[in-house]
């Protein structure tokens, strides 16, 4: 009997311990020390507005932004669903692209030699510059090409850190496999891949937030409107027509949508890694 009780008791507190866990973490200083100098930060905003009488065409106060926020709502939101659209397609893409390509740089160092240098020149090249030729190049299917403008951005990220981290294998593990006489294939599936998954996660978490940007770049140079106009056009008309507070509400919407996405890749990259990586397990501790 005594022993049956000891072997419940463990049961118990395991059980407990995934919400004692989420609720420390909720409660750590990495959150909760950002969320109160954001607090800090928009009531200090507030009242300077309200005391200095400053006119909302040149800096409207946060309470006026939210209060635009949700009567233009309808507006806003779907223009910025079509910038999801764009970002999220752009970031498939990027990965697809991406991994097959530092795979075949993790086959031969010359390829990889011979090809890398041209991916840090697409990823030095300005955006602004090349977004008007994309443009006009695709001028029959916009849609494309602010996707390609988005990809150009996201797209160095993921091909680096997958091929650092498909080139970063512990070198006694890649002799024993050898020993064993793996194939280079079976050396890439269970070696080379899941040393290089953190690295490509870290690369995922980058992209996310350029892809982002990449896809509000090409809609402020394309300037399309209508029904398939993205948030990004929504300032610009804003600021033209000195709708600031608009401006701001759509500044908002995108920066949280950019927050969303990382927080988002991080969840991810905590649950892949948190059983055996160090970096996911020391947070865990």
């Not at 950002?34 to 507030?46: A, C, D, F, H």
């Not at 946060?62 to 669903?81: A, G, H, R, V, Y």
């Not at 190049?137 to 797209?155: G, H, S």
Request: glycine share 6%; with cysteine.
């Amino acid at each position: 009997m005594s022993i049956d009780i000891m072997n419940k008791k463990p049961k118990k507190v395991t059980q407990k311990q995934p919400k004692i866990q989420i609720t420390n973490r909720l409660l750590s200083a990495e959150i909760v020390a950002p969320v109160i100098l954001g607090i800090l930060l928009l009531l200090t905003w507030e009242i300077s507005v309200r005391v200095l009488n400053i006119p909302p065409y040149l800096l409207p106060n946060p309470i006026l932004i939210l209060e635009t926020m949700i009567q233009e709502w309808d507006k806003l939101f779907l223009s910025l669903l079509i910038t999801i659209q764009i970002t999220v397609v752009a970031l498939v893409v990027a990965v697809v692209s991406g991994v097959l390509i530092s795979m075949l740089f993790a086959q031969s160092k010359w390829i990889e030699r011979s090809l890398f240098p041209y991916a840090v020149v697409l990823q030095t090249t300005p955006i602004v510059a090349i977004a008007p030729l994309i443009i006009i190049w695709l001028k029959n299917n916009t849609f494309a090409a602010l996707i390609l403008c988005a990809w150009i951005v996201a797209f160095f990220p993921i091909i680096s850190n997958t091929t650092l981290g498909l080139n970063s294998v512990d070198k006694n593990l890649s002799d024993m496999f050898k020993l064993y006489g793996a194939s280079r294939w079976q050396t890439l599936i269970y070696l080379r891949f899941p040393s290089a998954l953190p690295y490509f996660l870290g690369g995922l978490r980058i992209s996310g937030g350029l892809g982002l940007i990449g896809a509000v770049v090409a809609e402020f140079v394309a300037g399309t409107g209508g029904n398939r106009s993205g948030i990004a056009y929504q300032i610009l008309m804003s600021s033209y027509n000195l709708e600031i507070p608009r401006m701001f509400a759509a500044l908002l919407m995108t920066t949280g949508l950019g927050i969303a996405i990382f927080v988002l890749f991080t969840v991810l990259s905590d649950f892949l890694l948190k059983n055996w990586h160090e970096s996911a397990v020391q947070k865990d501790s």
